[in-house]
């Protein structure tokens, strides 16, 4: 494993390490850059520089003083910096031991003086090097690069201690088993098990982001399938029925995320129960409404097949926006093998389906002389209907059938 792919950081962080060892500090290159070159990975032109030094905060605030074009703090108490220069963004975090309290979310931070320290504290040992800028070899007091290069997933500390730390980090080695086709070393996984009720600590949202990064990789199975052995699936997901259904239905819907997310749930309940879990568990609104909505049509297209082409229409209008998603899923869930070819013909014969009506809400009023209100929404539930029933309208086609329906209907009013 080599570290020349580290060059071009190396050259742009070099004024700025010059700076801290003009003041008698050392600064260090860490994070995924440095584990992504040893893997031989390409560098995005969009990183941001994640180093870590042994000068305190304010010594680093001073030290970007004229460096930086911008300058952040929030992160202070916990010893970081923020700065962009030009394009990059730039965080300088003090050396630091993080422990979180038994109850507590927010971790207690001591600095400390020697890099190996701030090291013992990261996650995994493949997060645990750096490199000493800007001309240092790699430090790697945890044989992380033997770990990468034999596809190992381990923890510097016990993986006890270091889950205690941070339990989102039990997320994150299914996040990273899966991205970068790791193997899960026993005892990190005997320690996931034993502390899944740990995760209770982390707020919802940051669960919710990792488990977004894990529904977006490409193949997220291996990273599910350590969250359904540890038990850690049902803290995430709420009920999650058979996991090995899951997976095997998960294997079948192809890369996105929300029809992934989807089919980890098809069995967890009805699509009402799935949505209610997620919002319990944080999931944005945008995110429950989509998962019911694929699920809804998808378990619809199972139970209930669109045979004739009204039912078939009506489930294509019903799926709206999510109807590739929905065919993907109930494909994956049985028997409906051409579901897929008879809503592409549908659309390519009708492209106008699920478009806006061919007659709008004024236009009716002005039709059959409404003033706003539920008469209104009759017809345009009519015009709906019709147009499901039979197919394309031309505005002439429309306005005749609604002349003849409103004189139905004004004729039975009267009766």
Known sequence: MSLERLDPVREEARGLAE?????GYRVYLVGGVVRDSLLGLPLDTDFDLDLTTDAQPEAVKSILEGWADTLWTQGERFGTIGARKGDRRVEITTH????????????????AAAVEADLSR??????????????????????????????????????????SDDPLRMLRAARFMAQF???????????MAAMADRLSIVADERIRDELDRLLALGDPGPGFGLLFATGLAERVLGPVGDGSAAL?????????????????????????????????????????????????AARRAVDQPPLTLPELRRWVVDAGSHGDQAVIMATALGAVSTLTADVAALLEAEPDLCGPPVLDGGDIMALLDLAPG?????????????????????????????????????????V
């Open 19 to 23: 700076r801290f060892a003009a003041k």
């Open 96 to 111: 630091r031991r993080e422990r979180y309290h038994p109850d507590s979310r927010k971790p207690e931070v001591a600095f």
């Open 122 to 163: 990261r996650d995994f040992t493949m997060n645990a090097m750096a490199v000493e800028l800007p001309e240092g070899e790699l430090m790697d007091p945890f044989d992380g690069a033997a770990d990468l290069a034999a596809r190992r997933l381990c923890t510097p500390l016990d993986p006890k201690e270091t889950f």
């Open 181 to 191: 086709e790791l193997t899960a070393e026993p005892a990190l996984v005997a320690a």
């Open 248 to 296: 095997a239905c998960l294997r079948l819907v192809g890369d996105d995320p929300v029809t992934r997310l989807a089919a980890l749930l098809a069995e967890a309940g009805t699509p009402a129960e799935v949505r209610a879990a997620l919002s319990e568990r944080r999931a944005t609104t945008a995110v429950s409404r989509a998962v019911f909505a694929v699920l809804t």
């Open 374 to 414: 539920p008469e209104v929404g009759a017809a345009v539930e009519e015009l709906r209907r019709h147009r499901l029933d039979s197919g394309p309208l031309t505005p002439d086609e429309a306005r005749t059938h609604l002349v003849g329906w409103h004189r139905l209907k004004t004729s039975e009013r009267k």
